[in-house]
């Protein structure tokens, strides 16, 4: 079994600041393209950041320059760095472990930014 928690949303100012956090437990092989995705209500579940399998790092345009990946491999943790949020950044952000075939996902945090 795999679990995945994503932490760290909430309420914040246009211009302000969140971090997220989401911890892998249970039977974890590899985070090595653990992700972020969102989903604003009434649209698809969109790609935000993702480490790859091959070793490098995707943004969806939308949020280049001001949201950045990172993880702490020890911990089977990924992180997202979230600057200068617009209202459009508003969604439940979910974090995503593909692993042996399957793709697991968390139960989500919910981002507000509003004035």
């Known amino acids: 079994q795999v679990q995945l928690v994503e932490s760290g949303g909430g309420l914040v100012q246009p211009g302000g600041s969140l971090r997220l956090s989401c911890v892998a437990s249970g039977r974890i092989f590899s985070i090595a393209d653990m992700g972020w995705y969102r989903q604003a209500p009434g649209n698809q579940r969109e790609l935000v950041a993702t480490f790859t399998s091959d070793g490098d790092i995707y943004y969806a345009d939308s949020v280049k320059g001001r949201f950045t990946i990172s993880r702490d491999v020890a911990e089977n943790t990924i992180y997202l760095q979230m600057n200068s949020l617009k209202p459009e950044d508003t969604a439940v952000y979910y974090c995503?472990?593909?692993?042996?075939?399957?793709?697991?996902w968390g139960q989500g945090t919910q981002v507000t930014v509003s004035s």
């Open positions: 995503n472990l593909p692993q042996m075939g399957g793709l697991y």
